[in-house]
């Protein structure tokens, strides 16, 4: 059977690892590991741990379930057309394309559903990739996502698609063949950030991790031991990596041209703490230090070169150095997209280059650049496994009802992270704050919270095993609620005075030209896409 845990929503009380010990697993104070694909002997277990959950954060397969007939939904809206034998196709077998057919399904489309995916595989689920796949505890070809229904789709795998035909509504694909829709859901995510020297990233050992063959890749060389790994980058996925290397008792070193692990994400007081907790468990951490050159022999990468002065023998390297948006098939479509993704309307409507809304191309997951209206309607991408479910199921929705019935996506952005033993938790949007204050708990024992302000107003909270309190941080985000927080908290800390936040300063993609306009006449008057000159 096939499971997978929502983590963003888990609180950590642990009825689920009680119920059914084999397949949940408390790791530290509240964190939890699971495994994807339990024998079929744990079903009942199982099935009585995901009635248990509190928090409905478990989903096991439900794929046998028959699905609604048409016209029984509540929702299917009478001779509507597009809803009872419309043409969908979903571009990205992943994640948020799964979420999306899903949803389709359960809204009572009933029409054509296609989804292509470049990957061979069926949806599968990626934050194990760097956690559980990595110390063992189940493989990375377990990963593959449950189902909630059948999604009576066809399924084209193994074939990218290579274009896309807005005026004749087609998608093009790799080998030729085109796919016609009524309606198009772009969900292609993002792939790997590679080193930057091609000969030096073709080296023997050299691994990013964004696919279940990388993952794959890089547990069997763990396994065989290697004298020391190199984890370039220390944001979240290359923290959670120097995490099992620690784990798995292999030695290594992380190389941070940023003051510290996380600090980009959670800012410098954050990154500090973050240091702290990887030195103590005896990682080699080197920050404001990049990597000048990988060296290799007999096409085996031997030897990293620091910009500290130093070298040092490496057998095998991470890259952590975070993704690029899976784009160029849309380059020629006209669309708004560049280095940030595409961007939508809330209503994850795509726009056209022009600014202009779509209405029969939308977008979802970490591929999509969004409005944010909490956040000054600024638009960010969010590259986190829960935006990526909420929003595939607003654009589901969306790309099958009128316009009155349309939702807006206003999920608040939540993320989750595992590492040495630590459950660090984050809603809203740290990096737009200026402050930060520690408002519960201690820093010293690891279990804390702190609050992320900007101009007087709560935009973030990250928890450090105290994930329960979350929920409440995300009302006063959600409420514009003053900062800091005037509030008498439970168990406070010692000093809740707001200190800077210290976040790197951005060079945000949208500082840089993204069109040129041309023409003089209202009727005339284009916005041409400029592209940024960044295959690789
Ligand atoms: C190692 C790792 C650990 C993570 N850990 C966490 C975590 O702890 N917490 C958290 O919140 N999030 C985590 N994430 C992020 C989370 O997994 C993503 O947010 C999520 O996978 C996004 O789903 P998606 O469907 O939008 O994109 P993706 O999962 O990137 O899927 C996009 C799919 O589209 C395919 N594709 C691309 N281009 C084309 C094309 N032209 N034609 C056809 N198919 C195409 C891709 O190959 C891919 O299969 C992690 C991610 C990774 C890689
Ligand atoms: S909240 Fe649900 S998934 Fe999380 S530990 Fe508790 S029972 Fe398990």
């Not at 950590?12 to 002997?41: H, I, K, N, T, W």
């Not at 599968?124 to 493989?139: A, E, H, I, N």
Request: proline share 7%; aromatic share 6%; net charge negative.
């Amino acid at each position: 059977m096939r499971v997978v845990v929502d983590l963003t929503k888990c609180q950590g009380y642990a009825q689920c690892a009680f119920l059914a010990p084999e397949a949940f697993r408390m790791v530290g104070d509240e964190a939890l590991m699971f495994d994807p694909a339990p024998s079929d002997d744990q079903r009942v277990k199982v099935l009585r741990a995901a009635a248990a959950c509190p928090v409905q954060a478990l989903q096991v397969d439900m794929a046998d379930l028959p699905l609604p007939p048409p016209g029984e939904t509540v929702v299917a809206a009478k001779g509507d057309r597009l809803r009872r034998d419309g043409r969908i196709v979903i571009v990205g077998a992943s994640l948020a394309g799964l979420k999306a057919a899903e949803q389709l399904r359960a809204e009572g489309f009933s029409g054509s559903l296609t989804v292509i995916g470049d990957e061979p595989e069926e949806p599968y689920d990626r934050p194990p990739l760097s956690k559980q796949v990595q110390t063992g505890f189940v493989t990375s070809a377990d990963t593959t996502l449950p189902r909630r229904r059948d999604v009576d789709a066809q399924w084209r795998l193994g074939v990218a698609a290579s274009s896309l035909d807005l005026e004749r509504k087609r998608v093009v694909l790799a080998d030729g063949a085109e796919v016609e829709f009524d309606r198009l859901l772009v969900a292609t995510g993002v792939r790997a950030r590679p080193w930057p020297v091609p000969e030096e990233a073709a080296l023997d050992g050299v691994f990013t991790i964004r696919t279940r063959g990388d993952a794959a890749g890089l547990r069997e060389r763990l396994m065989a031991h290697p004298s020391r790994v190199l984890v370039i980058g220390s944001g979240f996925t290359g923290s959670e990596m120097a995490s099992v290397c620690v784990e798995l008792g292999i030695p290594v070193t992380v190389a941070e041209a940023g003051p510290g692990p996380l600090s980009g994400a959670l800012g410098g007081v954050m990154g500090r703490i973050s240091a702290g907790i990887m030195r103590e468990h005896g990682v080699d951490l080197r920050t404001h230090t990049k990597v000048n050159a990988l060296q290799g022999e007999d096409g085996k990468v031997r030897r990293a070169v620091l910009s500290d002065g130093t070298t040092i023998e490496v057998d095998v390297v991470v890259v952590a150095l975070g993704g690029i948006r899976n784009v160029e098939w849309l380059e020629s479509a006209g669309l708004a997209v560049g280095v940030w993704g595409l961007a939508c309307d809330a209503g994850c409507r795509a726009f056209t280059a022009a600014g202009l809304v779509t209405d029969d191309v939308f977008v979802a997951g970490d591929v999509a650049r969004q409005p944010q209206p909490m956040f000054g309607y600024q638009f960010l991408a969010m590259e986190h496994w829960g935006n990526a479910v909420t929003q595939a199921e607003v654009a589901a929705h969306n790309m099958i009802s009128g316009e009155t019935d349309r939702w807006p996506h206003l999920e608040m952005p939540a993320f989750w992270s595992l590492q040495f033993g630590h459950n660090i938790k984050s809603v809203g949007v740290p990096p737009i704050a200026d402050q930060i204050a520690i408002t519960q708990g201690s820093v010293e024992s690891r279990q804390f919270v702190a609050a992320y302000g900007y101009k007087g107003r709560v935009v973030g909270a990250v928890s450090w095993n105290q994930g329960k309190w979350l929920d409440f941080y995300e009302q006063l985000i959600e409420q514009a609620a003053p900062f800091p927080l005037p509030y008498d908290m439970t168990n406070p800390p010692a000093d809740r005075t707001p200190v800077p936040a210290e976040f790197p300063e951005r060079t945000y993609p949208g500082r840089e030209a993204t069109v040129v306009v041309t023409g003089h006449d209202p009727s005339e008057r284009r916005a041409v896409l400029v592209r940024p000159n960044r295959r690789r």
